[in-house]
């Protein structure tokens, strides 16, 4: 008898369910959401458990590794899907959505989820520090300029984040009420700026050791931030079968939707890692702005813009650029600006 054992997670505590392959409930459960409390209520159970699922969240990473350490087959399942399925039953309790999941589970009706390595979530987490922090000081910059605008100071908006505590603290400072209220801001600023630098730096230092970053920012536009933020979010090359499939899998394709004579393209999907998508668009940008030697990438690009526009020609190369960065990794190779350099 093969038995499938369901996890209904939230934050506090786990519902589960064990059923065996014809479907009927042998064992439920609740449980804290502790990996030792979770296999403490599996290992009590008499039968032979063939595989451990539960939707992804917020938990996904302590889960899997905690339970795969102990043996288990651990299937993460795609969040979409399983609300879509649930969403059947008339009245949603956590009870019931552990049955849900074990029924799924059962018949195979799930997209596997995959979970990233404890290095992407590494990078992950620098990357996200060093978002947090810029933002931050983004927002107590817009701040005091729009107290300053009260008093008539109008800063200039095309200087960078260096030079402004150097533009604004001399202002501050010849008037005693300014300086009261808001050379604090102006010190938290600073503060966080200097953190942020910092950020830079580690994230800098973290791409240039790694070889698989160096090698894909031979690419033009690609820098230490959409290197890292593309090697983190992928994670494992050979997950994906064919280079074209990154590009549907970061949201860069058009969504569709097609209903008998109707056939409606429309702008593209934003499924996947947000970040990922950002950092894609920016580099594509900078390909097409900033790199001044040419590729067959900028070449194709700015043919398209002439046609399309520049927003839909930097998309169409962002998504190019997905499929070229996988291919380099997949292969070893660095980016080749010319066809003499493929051909050989």
Not at 11 to 20: F, G, P, Q, S, Y
Not at 57 to 68: H, I, R
Not at 116 to 135: D, G, P, Q, T, V
Request: charged share 25%.
């Amino acid at each position: 008898m093969t038995y499938y054992a369901a996890l209904d997670v939230s934050l506090r505590t786990v519902n589960v369910c064990i059923v065996n392959d014809a479907g009927d409930v042998k064992f439920e459960a609740k449980v804290v959401s502790e990996v030792e409390d979770i296999l403490t209520c599996l290992d009590g159970f008499e039968g032979e458990i063939s595989q451990v699922g539960f939707e992804a969240g917020v938990l996904t990473q302590y889960l899997t590794y905690g339970l795969q350490a102990a043996g288990y087959e651990v299937v993460c399942m795609e969040a979409r899907q399983v609300k879509a399925a649930l969403s059947a039953m008339r009245n949603k309790t956590d009870k019931k959505d552990a049955r849900g999941i074990s029924q799924i589970l059962r018949t195979g009706w799930y997209s596997r989820v995959h979970v990233k390595s404890l290095e992407s979530h590494h990078i992950r987490a620098l990357l996200s520090s060093r978002k947090a922090i810029l933002n931050k000081c983004l927002d107590l910059e817009n701040k005091i300029r729009g107290l300053l605008k009260v008093f008539g100071v109008k800063l200039p908006s095309n200087r960078g984040h260096g030079p402004f505590d150097e533009l604004v603290r001399g202002t501050i400072e010849q008037d005693p009420a300014l300086c009261h209220a808001l050379l604090p801001l102006l010190e938290a600023r600073l503060v966080l700026y200097r953190t942020f630098l910092e950020m830079e730096r580690r994230a800098r230092k973290m791409a240039q050791a790694d070889a698989v970053c160096r090698r894909l920012m031979t690419a033009p536009g690609v820098g230490i931030i959409t290197a890292l933020t593309f090697k983190a979010t992928v994670d494992d090359p050979a997950r994906f079968k064919r280079s074209r499939t990154v590009e549907a899998h970061f949201g860069l394709t058009p969504r569709r939707f097609q209903s008998g004579e109707m056939d409606n393209m429309g702008r593209i999907a934003k499924v996947g890692d947000a970040d990922v998508r950002t950092t894609l668009y920016v580099a594509a940008h900078a390909m097409s702005t900033r790199t001044t030697a040419w590729s067959s990438p900028k070449a194709w690009g700015m043919g398209l813009i002439k046609k399309k526009g520049r927003r839909r020609a930097v998309v169409a190369v962002a998504r190019k650029l997905a499929v070229i960065l996988h291919r380099m990794w997949i292969d070893g190779t660095d980016f080749r600006w010319t066809t003499e350099a493929v051909s050989a």
